[in-house]
Each structure stands twice: as C-alpha cells, then as structure tokens.
C-alpha cells in the first residue's frame, strides 16, 4: 500500500514520459557516439528507457534547502559509457536535453508556469509544483 498522494504520482508519470521523449530523440542523435557499457542492454530493450541504451534521463524531488531557487526537481543526465566524454561533446549533450525540456514541458504541464533553471551546477525544474 502506497501513501504517496495520487495526484503527486499522476504528476511524476507525466514528468517521466517526457523524459522517455527525450530519451528516444537523443538516442537518435547522439547513440552511435559511445559504445554502451558492457552489462547495459541496447536501446528499447527494457520497458524503461532509462535503464537501457546510451542515455539515463531522468529528475528527482529536491526541497531546495540552501537553493538559490528553492523546491523543484533536479535534472539527471547520465552517459552510461566507459568512454571518458569531452567536456564539451558532455555540454552539446546536455544543452540538448535541457532544450527539448524546455519545449516539452509546456505541453506536459499546460496548467503551470514550469522553467528550468541553473541552480548551481545542475539543472532544475522549478515553478508550479502545486498538486491540484
């Protein structure tokens, strides 16, 4: 038995499908730039997309202690590679992701005033993180 409120989980589900859109475009784009780490499946091979192929994309709750933006979800971009990444094909990436971000939330969360932010050194989903 869950305790979480249902409306917190209706709003991470429509958070974590837009991930799964992105997570299919950079795939596309940038997949055959690294090899996979050996025990990582390959692409659509898992029901999650962020446990398969090059990309783990994804956010997580933070309340924002000590935030220049308060509560909001950090954003994870993860390479899942041996390969050491240059920092700036690592940026090119990330610049991506937080693009489409920028363009789907929107659309995810037509009802909210939702920006992503640079919050230090990691990037944020901050805004109207109301449950109605």
Do not use: C
């Amino acid at each position: 038995m869950s305790f979480r409120d249902p409306r917190v989980t209706d709003w991470e589900s429509r958070l974590k499908q837009v991930f799964n859109e992105i997570d299919a475009i950079v795939e596309e784009e940038y997949s055959d730039l690294f090899p996979l780490r050996p025990n990582r499946p390959g692409q659509g091979e898992t029901a999650d997309p962020s446990a398969d192929g090059l990309f783990d994309l994804g956010a997580a709750f933070s309340p924002g202690y000590g935030s220049e933006y308060g509560k909001g979800y950090i954003v994870s971009i993860r390479v899942v590679t041996l390969t050491r990444i240059p920092k700036a094909r690592m940026d090119l990436i990330e610049d991506r992701v937080i693009e489409l971000l920028k363009e789907k939330l929107p659309r995810a969360f037509p009802d909210r005033d939702l920006r992503v932010e640079l919050d230090g050194h990691r990037f944020k989903i901050v805004g109207d993180l109301s449950v109605r």
